[in-house]
């Protein structure tokens, strides 16, 4: 039976308008009736369970094919555990027991055989273990999607679909088919969650806060509108509401067209002030293509991603290979590598065995290379240091919150050349190191580190978190973590301030530096560099030049003295519909 009409609210998190029939993938297992059946029924039911279980070997290699295309060897090892799991014949022979024995049908069959090997791995000490139950249970529920009729069976529809679940892993949306995906629709995640991160590089719109009830309630032959502007969702809309949406997403499309037609003119304002706009990557893309959005080079590679799979850790000549390629593909162009950020939402289980209550104020990026993990750290370093002869690299760390994280990584560093020497192997001698300002403790001393760094790049998603105390990937306090909080405001400016007079440049990396009503404070404060998504820059770029320097730092003065961030916010778009009212809905 179909939903009936109806639109709900939901967050945007990308850009643009998905219409399309929905498909459903992973989320947890869910619960089902338990069937029993005939005796007579036992060798038809046996054969169902076979014919679903070879679709799902099939199906996986397919996507660790794909990803192979796509990505790095070491991220479609992804599939390799749950291949095994399809492969392993005490699973397959647990399941053809409860058949036979217990009598039951073979989806019954194969969620008992999860619940009972998953809870064995959930109650071990092992964190990497514990972790092989989630994959249990993601093959399970793949298996049993392709026994039902109006099974999953994802990328095997004729038509792209949307995709709704309740979460996405970062890995699984990498590992998407561009071509069969129109959109996301997902329960869990924010913004800045890496999720979303992902779909705006992949250029797809994407909505979360989905409620519950609806995903569940939500088939195959459920048609949905995401409207990732506004992050409406309209489920079975009716004729005159669908034409209406295809006539905004050809409008969308049409500004989109034109603005990448303008893509290779400079982000300069009106009075004349530069800002350079620079890509955030995630994987291994294409620079070229990368560069025909507009980019002037990369401001963010999140070379943590190249760590996602606990089965296999990139050693220093792959590393090497992979920052090489770049390097040579981005020419002259700047490329700022950030050194592997593993922690908060970003686990590997391979490297991190030691669970903790609060993650993202825990062990991560640069406090677990300098603590835990310093083999890794070292590696990466000096995988970076040999390609940085190939281009025009810049080295970022991340999670920075004191001065001594610096100094010990320059000591690092300075070992490493001496150890590189010895050893005769050519590197880059003189590879500027910058700090990422995402913590406030680093915003409020950015004086004392703009003295030992060469440039900064303030992480505004993570800044904000710290600053408000709220959780980037919880949707309970959404309501809570907002850019134009003038306390952020304050601490941009500082930090812009305290690195001119140590004629270093500051960059922001985190999302404001694509969000429209963002800008013009940015650009108030002296931010000299944007980086970005690519999809994002030919719409930045344009808005930039209707702005005027002047004009927005005196915003960002009025902005800072604001109460709260509603204010702040409505002061952007009173300024956006004077000077670019075309670009106010995106
Ligand atoms: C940030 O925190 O703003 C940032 C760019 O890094 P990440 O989103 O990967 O934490
Ligand atoms: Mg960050």
Do not use: W
Request: glycine content about 6%.
């Amino acid at each position: 039976m179909r939903v009936p009409t109806c639109t709900v609210q939901a967050t945007p998190v990308a850009g643009g308008i998905a219409i399309g029939r929905v498909m459903r993938i992973h989320g947890e297992v869910r619960p089902v009736h338990q069937v029993t059946i005939d005796p007579a029924d036992i060798p038809a039911e046996l054969e169902r369970f076979h014919a679903a279980l070879d679709l799902t070997r099939d199906q996986l290699q397919k996507l660790q094919n794909k990803l192979r295309e796509k990505l790095h060897d070491s991220e479609a090892g992804i599939f390799d555990a749950h291949l095994l799991l399809v492969e392993d014949k005490t699973m397959t022979m647990e399941v053809e027991r409860g058949i036979s024995e217990e009598l039951v049908d073979a989806e019954t069959a194969v969620f008992r055989a999860v619940d009972k090997f998953a809870a064995a791995f959930s109650a071990v000490e092992d964190v990497y273990l514990r972790e092989r139950a989630g994959d249990i249970r993601d093959v399970g529920q793949r298996i049993a999607d392709n026994l039902s009729s109006a099974g999953v069976q994802e990328f095997a529809y004729d038509e792209p679909r949307i995709v709704i679940a309740a979460t996405l892993t970062p890995s699984e949306t990498v590992g998407m088919d561009r071509e069969k995906v129109l959109g996301f629709a997902v329960e869990t995640g924010s913004a800045t969650s890496h999720t979303a991160i992902l779909a705006r590089s992949l250029q797809l719109p994407a909505v979360v806060g989905l409620s519950r009830e609806l995903l569940d309630s939500l088939t195959v032959a459920d048609k949905i509108i995401v409207d990732g502007f506004s992050g409406k969702v309209i489920v079975n809309p009716d004729p005159g509401t669908e034409e209406a949406y295809r006539v905004k997403k050809r409008e969308a499309d049409d500004i989109f067209r034109q603005l990448r037609g303008e893509s290779e003119l400079h982000a300069v304002t009106t009075d004349g002030f530069v800002i350079e706009i620079v890509a955030n990557v995630e994987a291994q893309e294409d620079y070229s293509e990368i560069r025909k959005n507009g980019a002037n080079g990369i401001g963010l590679f999140r070379t943590e991603f190249l760590f996602m799979d606990d089965r296999h850790l990139p050693d220093e000549d792959e590393q090497f290979e992979i920052y090489k390629k770049l390097m040579i593909s981005a020419g002259n162009d700047p490329v700022t590598i950030r050194t592997m950020d593993i922690g908060g939402d970003k686990l590997n289980s391979g490297i991190v065995r030691t669970e903790e209550q609060n993650p993202f104020l825990g062990l991560r990026g640069i406090r677990l290379c300098l603590r835990e993990r310093r083999d890794l750290f070292e590696t990466q370093l000096r995988a970076l240091m040999r390609a940085g002869v190939h281009g025009n690299m810049q080295i970022m760390l991340p999670m920075i919150s004191c001065m001594d994280e610096l100094l010990e990584t320059k000591k690092i560093i300075a070992g490493l050349k001496v150890e590189l020497t010895v050893r005769g192997v050519p590197f880059a001698d003189s590879i500027p190191l910058g700090v990422m300002i995402e913590t406030p403790s680093a915003a409020m001393t950015a004086d004392r580190f703009a003295l030992e760094a060469d440039f900064f790049s303030i992480g505004s998603n993570d800044l904000i978190q710290y600053t408000i105390a709220a959780d980037r990937s919880n949707e309970r306090v959404a309501h809570l973590y907002r850019p134009g909080h003038p306390a952020i405001l304050r601490l941009i400016r500082f930090t812009v301030e305290e690195a001119l007079k140590q004629n270093i440049p500051v960059a922001v990396c985190g999302q404001i530096a694509e969000d429209t009503l963002m800008i013009p404070f940015l650009v108030g404060l002296g931010v000299n560099e944007l980086s970005m998504s690519p999809v994002a820059m030919p719409l930045i770029k344009k808005l930039i030049r209707s702005l005027s320097m002047h004009e927005c730092g005196e915003l960002a003065a009025k902005a800072m003295q604001c109460d709260n961030s509603g204010d702040v916010m409505e002061l952007s778009r009173d300024m956006i519909r004077r000077c670019a009212p075309e670009l106010l809905d995106f």
